[in-house]
């Protein structure tokens, strides 16, 4: 019978032939009819697909005997359904491209060898992070996302970085305003778990002295705890779903346009521009727009494809 999933997983890994890795992946997808987003860089590969669960048990054999990915650790989740050619419908396409870097951080000399990313954060399991939150109480939760991200969704206590996507992360790194962190433990958090995996180098190269990473993501912390846990709200994703509700989660973010209480995160209406907006179901159904369309599609803002 069929039924709808999706896969995520990135892998830090060197490809020698980024270009031969995009052609193959594009061959592999369209055959088994999955959709979704595959970027493909030297230091790895970051994707996230959606359809039925027999073609990504598939794909992840094939990927699975290509040496470089052979020890790749997908998450699964729940796809919303297939349409009756068996295609997901949590992606409108199937899109796989090469770019320099996997993130868009502007830092393509990232050290990876066979064992990942060079110089990261300490990893942590949703357990251990909650263990360093409870037994330090200088413990700061780091967002390694975009801000808009963040009102709709963060740990209790954090600190959420001014930016609007991973280019801005190494200015905002070097204004200065976070160097009272520096001696304290940081744990960097993001969707998945792969942003952090560059971010953590950051901030290591930047005087940070103490800094973890939750393996996995989010994602995965609210597969263990679900709302009843340090986090609050939702849940940001990179498929038609937007965003994530956990399970008895109360939202924190405040609808753009009748100021209810809402988790929803719908696109400007303005094609050009890239503003989303936190929206409440109410006001979903009508037109969505911002006020200047001040930030436009020439910035690129989706940095993550992998999402719970
Ligand atoms: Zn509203
Ligand atoms: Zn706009």
Known sequence: ??????????????????????????????????????????????????????ACKDYLKAIRRYGPLHDV?????????????????????????????????GVPELAVDGD???????????????????????????????RIEATVGRFDGAVVPEVDNTHDFIAELDSGRYDDLRSR?????????????VLSVLMRQRGFGEVYQLDGGIARYLERFGSRSRWRGALTVFDAREVVVPAGATPIGTCHSCGAAASGLRNCREPVCRIRLVTC???????????????????????EATAP
């Open 1 to 54: 019978m069929a039924v709808a999933k999706i896969l995520l997983f990135y892998k830090f890994v060197p490809l020698a032939d980024p270009e031969a890795v995009r052609a193959w992946q594009l061959e592999l997808c369209s055959r088994l009819g999955l959709r979704g987003r595959v970027i493909v860089a030297p230091h790895g590969i970051n994707a996230t697909l959606g359809g039925d669960v027999a």
């Open 73 to 105: 650790d997908a998450s699964w989740s729940d796809g919303t359904g297939l349409d009756a050619a068996g295609r997901s419908l949590d992606f409108p396409r199937l899109s796989v491209k090469t770019r320099p870097e996997l993130v868009a951080f």
């Open 116 to 146: 990942g990313v060079i110089g990261g954060g300490a990893r942590l399991t949703p357990e251990e992070l909650d263990a360093l939150v409870a037994d330090r109480e200088d413990v700061v939760l780091f967002d390694g996302r975009n």
């Open 185 to 197: 433990p940081v744990v960097t958090y993001c969707t998945g778990g792969v942003r952090c995996e």
């Open 281 to 303: 179901t109410q006001c979903a159904t009508g037109k969505v727009s911002c006020t200047d369309h001040s930030q436009r599609s020439d910035q690129e803002s989706m940095s």
